[in-house]
């Protein structure tokens, strides 16, 4: 773990998390014409985290997510709506954006980099994901990471920093989660959140 890496993520989260990120905007993800939505939950894509000793997941398709600590779902007028964590929330998604009560976060992409920041009910959230690297701030900097690719396809293994304590995390991703370069927005996002401390 590479503690003074997590350590300047940690000091340098409120700036960026304020600041607009430049890059294009991820497009949405948005279902095919006609596609309709299945009566049967099958996911696309899964993020698990073990990242605070014990694991958590969320997994996703195009008009849910769902997981321990998330249960959104996508209406028909394309808002996303449902909770997280102990927040219900509806959130509105354009691409590059999601905004709702407490919530405005910018979603873009500069070269082979995808930036997720803003805030997330008076929290500053950043996070970076590009080949080989998942890195990020939560809880307006309280916690910070530092994951790297691991020899297992999908995998990212090293520092999770929250209050002071360092721990070994570790981010599996699986399915269309797995492509970070595109990622499904804000299935993406909102998974993340819902799995980071």
């Not at 497009?27 to 899964?46: M, N, Q, S």
């Not at 008076?122 to 910070?144: A, L």
């Not at 929250?162 to 993406?188: D, F, K, V, Y």
Request: with cysteine; hydrophobic share 40%; net charge positive.
């Amino acid at each position: 773990m590479n503690f003074a890496r997590l350590a300047v993520l940690a000091a340098s989260s409120a700036a960026l998390a304020c600041a607009t990120p430049s890059g294009a905007p991820i497009p949405v993800t948005t279902p095919a014409p006609g596609e309709v939505k299945a009566r049967d939950f099958l996911a696309t894509g899964e993020i698990f985290s073990n990242v605070q000793g014990s694991g958590t997941s969320a997994a996703f398709n195009d008009f849910r997510i769902a997981g321990p600590r998330v249960n959104m779902t996508r209406n028909p007028n394309g808002q996303w709506a449902g909770n997280i964590g102990e927040r219900n929330m509806i959130l509105t998604v354009a691409p590059g954006r999601i905004t709702g009560d407490g919530v405005d976060l910018y979603v873009v992409r500069k070269n082979m980099t995808v930036s997720i920041q803003g805030m997330y009910f008076q929290r500053q959230v950043w996070f970076t994901m590009k080949p080989g690297e998942i890195q990020g701030t939560t809880d307006g900097g309280n916690c910070s990471f530092d994951l790297t690719q691991t020899a297992t396809p999908g995998t990212f293994g090293g520092g999770v920093g929250c209050g002071g304590n360092i721990r070994q995390g570790i981010l599996q991703l699986t399915g269309t989660a797995a492509n970070i370069e595109s990622p499904p927005m804000p299935q993406m996002v909102l998974a993340l959140i819902a799995v980071m401390p």
